[in-house]
């Protein structure tokens, strides 16, 4: 499974009540969600860049809007802004924070979004620091379908970021970090999957859904690859 997740931003802005699941625990909280317009419209995007390719995007209205673009040095140095500014609010409940997802390696595109894990100590008193999150501009999803993890999410429809939290020691890291560093070393690897992601982009129709199930079984296997790798380095 990847980083790459769906935000379908209500129609206009709204103040709720929303429920977040922790390790089969429910907690409540307050949410503000915005999106830009009520009206949604579909365009298929897509741009050439230099080796005659084309970046594709799909943008309905107030969804996420699933886009990949050329490498942009800017996401490492959008990284370490965010880094100093969680370690600044949460770093008493942080071990380590990665820049991970296709942003962290140089010479891939990507979605545009910065993907981060912690490692944490303790989910359990991360999850004490919700408001924090908020803050911060955060909206807690809970484990969203990983088990064990700790999911937050910016930016609605035009996602900037995403927090992948962990205990420390949960595979889940090691996994992500290897295949990060795999397509790093890989060039090949890295063509391939970029080649793959844009044109998914281009025929998503803006589900993320089909997005992330078209990279799934590629992901998978180079993951597993990735890991053999790391393991022999």
């Not at 103040?15 to 949604?40: D, I, P, Q, R, Y």
């Not at 990507?110 to 501009?137: M, T």
């Not at 999803?141 to 970021?161: L, S, V």
């Amino acid at each position: 499974m990847v980083f790459e997740t769906s935000c379908t931003a209500p129609s206009e802005v709204t103040k709720t009540v929303g429920e977040m699941h922790f390790n089969g625990k429910t907690s409540t909280a307050k949410l503000e969600m915005t999106s830009a317009s009520a009206e949604e419209s579909i365009n298929i995007k897509s741009t050439l860049v230099g080796n005659g390719k084309y970046i594709g995007a799909c943008d309905k209205g107030g969804a996420m809007i699933v886009e990949v673009v050329p490498y942009r040095l800017e996401w490492r140095k959008d990284f370490e802004i965010e880094k100093e500014v969680l370690i600044k609010y949460l770093g008493g409940h942080i071990s380590e924070i990665h820049h991970i997802g296709s942003t962290s390696v140089i010479g891939l595109a990507a979605k545009p979004i910065i993907d981060i894990i912690l490692e944490v100590p303790s989910l359990i008193k991360l999850d004490s620091e919700l408001n924090v999150f908020q803050v911060l501009g955060y909206e807690a999803m809970g484990e969203f379908g990983i088990r064990g993890r700790r999911y937050y999410r910016k930016g609605g429809g035009n996602r900037t970021h995403q927090i992948h939290a962990f205990e420390v020691g949960d595979a889940n890291i090691d996994r992500h970090i290897a295949f990060r560093d795999y397509l790093a070393a890989h060039p090949a690897v890295r063509l391939e999957y970029q080649d793959l992601k844009i044109q998914l982009a281009k025929e998503c129709e803006n589900d993320i859904d089909q997005y992330c199930t078209g990279k799934d079984s590629f992901v998978k296997h180079h993951e597993a690859k990735a890991l053999q790798w790391v393991a022999k380095v």
